[in-house]
């Protein structure tokens, strides 16, 4: 053990690549010498690589490491070990660990150039097997240890990345026909495992982002989607008995999730044009209108946006939206349908409204008014307007809490989802409290008092009673629980049942439940503020006769980089009809500049609709470009036909 240990060059590689096989083939001998993480991290590289970069595989060592590991699974497995004590199941996290499951230098392929480590993957598949084999016992054990021992960077490298490169393997090595290979299923339980491990912990050991598999994201959206279906079709048990990657949406990334859903929405607007399907006699053909076509005035676009849908058939609003503003001769495919969820955003969320009160850093979060009772068509509008957006793919500029999104995924809320943070630090205060005290110290009752309408307060008792029920230290728990119960539920029951009920008017049969997160759903409704205009100039391409190197594009960039955040802002809402980032960050959209006026003339302006900014061609004239570019960010507004 002390020669394996030491990696001791003078040792002969045989008696070397001897003992490393003998220390690995005995769960019990590996368990006892290696209690920490990173000594056996250390054991594994000093073995197996012959310098300190971890380059170059040492093959007589790596061929013993697999015989070993193979050795100890089978005595394991012959030995019918009771996996229900903590050190019977910790072998198996120490041979997950091994390095060489996750060296990307390494090939598991026989058809494979390079060195060769476990063939087929069997090694790997014994091992995963093993582990959801466990009984409830050994999988707590299992599940303590790698939460306990591993910290988060060693959660990531050494218990996911072995799996997530199997798992690229197998699907990047089967094709069409990966929803059959067999190791699929228990390399992604072991994944489940880890990744609701990660999720239950406070705080959680790693971000969602550590479980995205680029083999799974990088699946065909077809392919996605067909086996999307299959599982909704599905039933309780087809479910329990066949493999389904959908039922694992935690290894597609956020862009990938995005791809899928516009799939699904795509289809749906299909067939919600189809459905109007009827025979035109005159024109001795079958009719049908794809779009839902909403002509309005900027004037009274709250108002007549509100009749609209009031007279719209069910299925209408699951059409593509189009917008018409009259007056105007803008073409909408897509840029005028961002302008007017951007105007009827600034209406809906205007603080005349009464319907939010804002809180969260610097008051930018809106949150339901529990006191507006009055309101239920402009909740019911707001929620119709989310499900259209995120249906259409526009983003929107209004700003949720988490709960919000947890909330419209149907997801349990607790403490770390309460708005206002001094209230959850109270709180939390009260549940750290050691003390006996309680009742002398916080002089609480289980009742809460409600700000109305007209600045009047009014008692509302947490539960029957609750006014004469004091806070003790054997019952601030519930205290806890009904008091966040109330605030996030109870409080604002009628304003949020309007919501979500226009939200689901248009998403009831999306996929988004089972599929994405709250952060994520967040993402696709509203965007991200991160804007990396770095990003955005390596991403741009360029028409018209531009290209990076041009004096114009070069001084835009410059005045970019000089510009202020809100200017910066400004310009890409300009630009794009949105002053957010979509999934992925500016330098995953779609940017064009254009070359516009070749004498310079004439302000610069864009085409929403495909995020194209034409330029007129300042030449090297900074000053003239600053100040045209400043000018037309400020100033212009509407769309019209040239």
């Not at 680029?214 to 999307?228: K, R, W």
């Not at 019952?475 to 009920?501: C, H, T």
């Not at 809100?566 to 949105?578: D, Q, V």
């Not at 516009?596 to 610069?604: I, K, M, S, T, W």
């Amino acid at each position: 053990a002390k020669v394996a240990s030491e990696g001791d060059a003078a040792a002969p590689l045989a008696v070397l690549a001897s003992s490393t096989e003998e220390i690995l083939s005995w769960p019990a001998v590996l368990g006892s010498l290696f209690m920490d993480p990173s000594a056996l991290d250390t054991f594994y590289k000093k073995l197996i690589y012959s310098d300190k970069d971890c380059q170059f595989v040492r093959p007589d060592i790596a061929a013993a490491v697999q015989r070993g590991i193979d050795r100890g699974l089978q005595h394991l497995k012959s030995s019918g070990a009771r996996f229900t004590y903590p050190a019977s199941v910790r072998c198996l996290l120490q041979y997950l660990q091994c390095p060489l499951f996750s060296d990307e230098a390494v090939k598991h392929t026989s058809d494979s150039t390079g060195l060769i480590f476990d063939e087929g993957g069997e090694v790997f598949q014994l091992l995963c097997e093993t582990i959801v084999s466990l009984p409830f016992e050994g999988y707590r054990h299992l599940i303590a240890w790698a939460t306990c021992l591993y910290s988060p960077d060693q959660y990531s490298s050494i218990l996911i990345r072995p799996l997530l490169c199997h798992l690229d393997v197998i699907l990047g090595a089967s094709g069409s026909d990966w929803r059959f290979r067999h190791q699929l299923p228990v390399i992604i339980s072991v994944l489940k495992w880890f990744n609701e491990a990660s999720e239950q912990s406070v705080p959680q050991i790693v971000a969602p982002e550590a479980f995205y598999s680029e083999a799974v994201s990088d699946l065909s959206t077809e392919a996605l989607y067909e086996d999307l279906s299959r599982w909704k079709e599905a039933n309780t048990l087809q479910r329990s008995q066949q493999f389904f990657l959908s039922a694992h949406p935690f290894l597609l990334s956020a862009a990938g999730k995005r791809n899928l859903l516009q799939v699904e929405n795509q289809l749906q607007m299909v067939q919600a044009a189809t459905a109007t399907l009827s025979y035109d006699a005159q024109q001795r053909g079958f009719v049908f209108d794809p779009y839902w076509v909403l002509a309005i005035d900027r004037k009274h676009m709250l108002q007549q946006t509100l009749q609209k849908i009031d007279k719209a058939a069910p299925g209408e609003l699951r059409k593509q939206l189009k917008i018409v503003f009259k007056g105007e001769d803008g073409v909408d495919a897509g840029g005028v349908t961002k302008e007017f969820f951007q105007l009827l955003v600034a209406q809906l969320f205007d603080v005349s409204t009464g319907m939010w009160v804002d809180m969260g850093p610097n008051n930018t979060l809106h949150w339901f008014n529990p006191s507006c009772t009055w309101n239920e068509d402009g909740y019911h509008l707001v929620g119709i307007l989310l499900g259209l957006a995120l249906y259409n793919g526009v983003l929107l500029e209004v700003d949720f809490p988490v709960a919000v999104w947890r909330k419209l995924l149907r997801q349990p809320l607790g403490l770390e989802d309460m708005v206002d943070k001094e209230t959850s630090r109270g709180l939390q205060q009260l549940l750290d409290y050691d003390g006996n005290d309680v009742e002398d110290i916080f002089c609480l009752m289980f009742e809460h008092t409600q700000r109305g309408a007209f600045g009047n307060e009014k008692p509302v008792e947490l539960k029957p009673g609750g006014r004469d029920i004091p806070v003790t230290s054997d019952n601030k728990e519930e205290y806890v629980l009904l008091y966040v119960q109330w605030l996030l539920v109870d409080s604002i029951k009628e304003q949020y049942e309007a919501f979500e009920a226009g939200f689901l008017q248009v998403m009831e049969s999306s996929s988004i439940m089972h599929v994405l997160r709250p952060d994520e759903l967040e993402l696709l409704v509203v965007g991200s503020r991160d804007l990396n205009f770095s990003g955005l100039e390596r991403a741009t391409e360029y028409e018209g006769g531009y290209d990076a190197d041009s004096p114009c594009v070069v001084n835009f960039w410059k005045f970019i980089g000089a510009a202020s955040n809100e200017t910066k802002t400004m310009l890409l809402k300009f630009a794009t009809g949105s002053s957010r980032a979509p999934i992925g960050g500016l330098s995953n959209m779609s940017f064009t500049i254009q070359r516009g006026d070749p004498e310079g003339r004439q302000l610069p302006s864009s085409h929403t609709c495909f995020n194209t900014f034409i330029l007129p061609d300042y030449g090297s004239d900074y000053d003239k470009l600053s100040r045209c570019v400043s000018r037309a960010i400020l100033e212009c507004e509407g769309f019209g036909l040239q």
